[in-house]
């Protein structure tokens, strides 16, 4: 059973930088895209982007598209998201989900990880 654990959410200042990890285990771990979410305080979930298996094709939503960068290293069952030039509207609970290929629709995600908080404030 494939089971994700993300890690690496802190406390950051504008601008600044963060590296979330998503890292898988169980069951073929390095066969699954991994999508990455975020929930905003009071607002629903949206998608930041997402990897193919291979990692040969990535997706990001408009607002992650120049700041944010996914990739992944197979041999670590370990999929990033590294977050730049980070704003206040970043704030949020972050989450990776595994899928068979990369899609913008939650529902074909599972498993889960449980979320990792990004607070951006000064």
């Known amino acids: 059973q494939l089971q994700l654990v993300g890690s690496g959410g802190g406390l950051v200042q504008p601008g600044g930088s963060l590296r979330l990890s998503c890292t898988a285990s169980g069951y073929a771990p390095d066969y699954y895209a991994i999508g990455w979410f975020r929930q905003a305080p009071g607002k629903q979930r949206e998608g930041v982007g997402c990897?193919?298996?291979?990692?040969?094709?990535?997706d990001y939503a408009d607002f992650a598209e120049d700041r944010f960068i996914i990739s992944r290293d197979n041999s670590k069952n370990t999929t990033y998201l590294d977050l730049s030039s980070l704003k206040s509207e970043d704030t949020g609970v972050y989450f990776c989900?595994?899928?068979?290929?990369?899609?913008?629709?939650?529902?074909?995600?599972?498993?889960w990880g449980q979320g990792t908080q990004v607070t951006v404030s000064s």
């Open positions: 990897i193919e298996a291979r990692g040969t094709r990535r």
């Open positions: 989900a595994a899928a068979s290929r990369c899609s913008w629709y939650e529902e074909r995600y599972q498993p």
